[in-house]
């Protein structure tokens, strides 16, 4: 059974840093997807950032350059470090978890389980 439990939401000032993680209870995929979303007040959930069972990342445009996702195996962890943080940032941050191929992990993609998520508040 899948479980994932997101902590370190915090709030911030604009231009802080922080990492949020994600403690994560996986099923026996051969291969898996990872990702971090987020849903600002009053709006839908986006994509933040994916990662392969492999390591390979992907960011969506606003993120790359800025965030970092990480999966460490060995702590079943997911991390996403994230600096230069502005207001329109702030919401609830979701770690997500599918078996996927690397082909189809995608900040965008679909996924069929979900964290209770974690509050990111950045303050101007």
């Known amino acids: 059974q899948v479980r994932l439990e997101e902590s370190g939401g915090d709030s911030v000032q604009t231009g802080g840093s922080l990492r949020v993680s994600c403690d994560v209870t996986?099923?026996?995929?051969?291969?898996?997807?990872l990702a971090w979303f987020r849903r600002p007040p009053g709006k839908e959930r986006e994509g933040v950032a994916s990662v392969v069972s492999d390591g390979r990342a992907r960011y969506v445009d606003s993120a790359n350059g800025r965030f970092t996702i990480t999966w460490d195996r060995t702590e079943n962890t997911l991390y996403l470090q994230m600096t230069n943080l502005q207001p329109e940032e702030t919401g609830t941050y979701y770690c997500?978890?599918?078996?996927?191929?690397?082909?189809?992990?995608?900040?965008?993609?679909?996924?069929?389980?979900w964290g209770q998520g974690t509050q990111v508040t950045v303050s101007s």
């Open positions: 997500a978890a599918e078996g996927k191929v690397a082909s189809d992990c995608r900040p965008e993609g679909w996924f069929g389980n």
């Open positions: 996986l099923a026996n995929w051969w291969t898996y997807c």
